[in-house]
């Protein structure tokens, strides 16, 4: 077969009445079509790990885990505002712990990106506290805040810290040293300096590590949340497996997973919308 007359088939099997189907198909694919491909995966392979455990003699008192009572759980959990309640506190000490390691984190990233000396005397303690898993600190966290909340807000934010303040140093790093040659040349002080190039150029450097930021503290937020705490989602977690309610259990999973995935979409959108190369 000639290249004519294949080029002619593969056109007469993507058109039918004039109608392009396969340019259709992958609108429809790029649009939403992988999404619900992949949702329909993952929920294929959490039913058959409950069917599994189900008909499994040993461990069918886990049935619940399944998908179906999870989904019916988390419908009752909403409607009478159980999830609600689980929820805004968990969301507070987040939005607290991540405050605090931006307050804390910027600054610094931005002030070893700028000094070379101060970089060097700093890499060698931030790199070894950075390795030292958030929740070690838990006992000096319990002796050292009068309350719960603030233990758990101060263990979120030794989390947080490190994304934030390395990728703020990188992103200093990397602005052009001219930038700062015509800033001087043009009369610009050091306030002037922060505010007008280097913010500019690092803020999709800032919310890049609070991306990477949200992921470590939301991963650390429930078991810190074990802490001698009375509500959050990580308290409703714990207490559901102790009362044996695994589809109690599973429908909290659910909640932070999707409020992970919308929290992880903001932060994208952010990253956007401080780029300055696609606004350029």
Same mark, same amino acid.
């Given at each position: 077969?000639?290249? *004519? ?5 593969? #056109? ?5 009445? @004039?109608?392009?189907?396969? +340019? ?11 999404? +619900? =491909? ?27 885990? +399944? ?29 607290? @712990? #991540?405050?605090?390691?931006?307050? #804390? ?26 390795? =030292? ?7 000096? +966290? ?27 140093? *990188? ?6 040293? #001219? ?12 306030? *002037?300096?922060?505010?007008?190039? =280097? ?56 909640? =932070? ?24």
């Amino acid at each position: 077969m000639s290249s *004519q007359q294949t080029l002619s088939s593969s #056109l007469y099997t993507a058109r039918v009445g @004039g109608i392009d189907w396969l +340019a259709i198909a992958n609108r429809l694919m790029h649009s939403g079509g992988y999404t +619900a =491909i992949g949702i329909l995966s993952l929920l294929a392979a959490w039913w058959l790990g409950g069917w599994l455990i189900e008909n499994n003699p040993d461990t069918s008192s886990f049935a619940d885990f +399944a998908p179906a009572p999870a989904f019916s759980r988390l419908v009752e959990l909403t409607l009478n505002g159980a999830v609600w309640t689980a929820i805004v506190p968990s969301l507070e000490r987040i939005g607290l @712990g #991540l405050f605090w390691a931006a307050v #804390l984190g910027v600054p610094i990233g931005v002030a070893i990106g700028l000094y070379a000396s101060l970089r060097e005397v700093t890499h060698v303690p931030f790199q070894f506290l950075r390795m =030292i898993s958030p929740l070690a600190w838990m006992p000096i +966290a319990v002796l050292a805040f009068a309350t719960w909340d603030g233990a758990i807000i101060f263990l979120i934010t030794v989390a947080a810290i490190w994304p934030i303040l390395f990728s703020t140093a *990188q992103g200093v790093r990397r602005i052009d040293p #001219l930038w700062f040659k015509v800033a001087k040349n043009l009369g610009a002080d050091g306030f *002037q300096m922060l505010r007008k190039i =280097i913010l500019p150029a690092i803020g999709q450097d800032i919310f890049a590590g609070i991306r990477l930021a949200v992921g470590v503290a939301w991963i650390v937020l429930v078991p810190a949340e074990y802490l001698g705490v009375t509500s959050g989602l990580g308290y409703a977690i714990n207490d559901a497996r102790d009362t044996l309610e695994y589809d109690t259990l599973a429908a909290m999973v659910v909640v =932070i997973g999707v409020i992970g995935f919308f929290l992880d979409a903001i932060c994208v959108k952010l990253i956007q919308r401080f780029s300055w190369h696609q606004q350029g």
